[in-house]
């Protein structure tokens, strides 16, 4: 299996200012036939279920506000929240889809400081 | 627009087996290239990908869990069922089913159910 870590476990930022997030995959990620990186990043609000925010690693959903993007190659991967809003608090989960059993992370909980 | 809807029951005594079945609208499982997943999430835990059943029932399960797993589908219905035999306290958790995004390669999910608690308790 591959196993998905995420840092940090929690993190406190002002509103405004930048939020990243890290996830380590413990193998690589990309698909050498395609050239695509197979990560998926989500975003959990209290008492609601995921919501896919990016694809392919850096692919924002549609419908995503453009400040969540995604970066990352091989096995380390970054969700950054350019200008942190009061409606992002939540925890965010990596995935790795390139192999089955499909894996996330152990969450990062994001907070207003 | 793609809808699911989680029910079963929200206790289920140890050693018991648990349904689900996942009720969707706006795809079908008979259409190519379409899947839908099912996660759980103890609760205050990360999230645990299960299994995921494909329109041509390539089935795929978490092999931590695959000899207790099985998954069905009644396309007439739109419903998508797991089952889950020997039911124990830990597989307490909020069980979710969600639509995985059609194309070559995703195993990703865009759209999910609000989610059903099982209690696991005698």
């Known amino acids: 299996d591959i196993v998905m870590t995420q840092s940090p476990d929690s993190l406190a930022v002002s509103l405004g200012e930048r939020a990243t997030i890290n996830c380590k995959s413990s193998?690589?990620?990309?698909?050498?036939?395609?050239?695509?990186?197979?990560l998926a990043w989500y975003q959990q609000k209290p008492g609601q279920p995921p919501n896919l925010l990016i694809y392919?690693?850096?692919t924002r959903e549609s419908g995503v506000p453009d400040r969540f993007s995604g970066s990352g190659s091989g096995t380390d991967f970054t969700l950054t929240i350019s200008s942190l809003q009061a409606e992002d608090v939540a925890v965010y989960y990596c995935?790795?889809?390139?192999?089955?059993?499909?894996?996330f992370g152990q969450g990062t909980r994001l907070e207003i400081k | 627009q793609i809808t699911l809807k989680e029910s079963g029951p929200t206790l289920v005594k140890p050693t018991q087996t648990l349904t689900l079945t996942c009720t969707f609208s706006?795809?079908?499982?008979?259409?190519?290239?379409?899947?839908v997943g099912w996660i759980r999430q103890p609760p205050g835990k990360a999230l645990e990908w299960l299994a995921l059943?494909?329109?041509?029932?390539?089935?795929r399960y978490s092999p931590s869990l695959k000899s207790r797993l099985t998954l069905t589908k009644d396309t007439s219905k739109n419903q998508a069922v797991l089952t889950m035999t020997n039911m124990d306290p830990l597989d307490t958790a909020t069980y979710y089913c969600?639509?995985?995004?059609?194309?070559?390669?995703?195993?990703?999910?865009?759209?999910w159910g609000q989610g059903t608690l099982v209690t696991v308790s005698s």
């Open positions: 969600a639509h995985r995004r059609r194309g070559e390669g995703y195993k990703i999910f865009d759209y």
């Open positions: 706006g795809f079908s499982l008979s259409t190519s290239g379409v899947g």
């Open positions: 059943i494909y329109w041509d029932d390539d089935n």
């Open positions: 193998q690589s990620l990309l698909y050498s036939s395609n050239n695509k990186l197979y």
């Open positions: 392919w690693a850096s």
């Open positions: 995935q790795q889809y390139y192999s089955t059993p499909i894996t």
